[in-house]
């Protein structure tokens, strides 16, 4: 069996702060869930809409470059050119996290709810909330 084809969006919805506990929401549109405290919070934000329908991608296939005309992540789609089928999946924002220990910077995909970090220079621990 063949693995799936993805392409990562370019466009994320804004970050936004859940109005009960004040942690980071998932990077999502529509009816999300917390992470932190399970609270639903109901999202939209038409200018991201727009600009994921307009989205132009590359084909992970061919390379062929095809304009997604979906407004939500991930979408499905079918490259015209080649036939093949692949997913375009949500954007997800990177951060710059400073080590406690040695300070040294480290990059990360921000996603809600509490992580343990280890710091690949010095080997200190340490949590991280979103």
Do not use: Y
């Amino acid at each position: 069996m063949s693995e799936e084809l993805t392409v990562e969006s370019r466009v994320a919805p804004p970050a936004l702060s859940c109005p009960k506990c004040g942690g980071l929401l998932p990077n999502e549109l529509g009816e999300i869930q917390c992470s932190l405290c399970s609270a639903r919070v109901r999202v939209e934000h038409e200018v991201t809409r727009k600009k994921w329908a307009a989205e132009k991608i590359g084909c992970p296939n061919c390379a062929k470059v095809l304009v997604v005309g979906v407004k939500k992540r991930p979408a499905h789609l079918k490259c015209a050119s080649c036939d093949s089928h692949f997913s375009v999946l949500p954007k997800v924002a990177r951060v710059e996290i400073s080590c406690p220990g040695c300070e040294r910077v480290l990059r990360m995909k921000r996603r809600p709810g509490e992580r343990e970090i280890e710091c690949p220079a010095c080997s200190t621990s340490f949590k991280v909330t979103f």
